[in-house]
């Protein structure tokens, strides 16, 4: 249905289950220019694929975390390649672990 749509529109704007994981929903949907993650006080709630027809270049992906009341906690934004070729720092175990 992707290309149906994008006969009538440049961009397409997918809203998907905050379960979805990103890298299917990236194998799934063409074109895909940005993922936003979109968390109220650290728990997923919205993820949404923004599409842009003919669109070939790298995936950004932004995650987005609100206070209950909307307003804007904090920001995180990276390419997808950044975050293959991230190198994990780990720390001593502090008060949580996961």
Avoid: W
Avoid at 49 to 77: M, P, R
């Amino acid at each position: 249905m992707q290309e149906t749509i994008f006969e009538h529109s440049r961009f397409l704007l997918v809203k998907a289950s905050p379960l979805l994981d990103i890298q299917q929903g990236l194998r799934e949907l063409t074109h895909t220019k940005k993922v936003f993650v979109v968390s109220v006080n650290n728990e997923c709630k919205e993820l949404l694929f923004l599409c842009e027809k003919n669109y070939t270049g790298h995936v950004q992906i932004e995650a987005v975390d609100l206070f209950v009341n909307g307003d804007l906690k904090n920001v995180l934004s990276f390419l997808q390649e950044e975050e293959k070729n991230a190198i994990s720092v780990l720390g001593e175990a502090a008060e949580y672990l996961y």
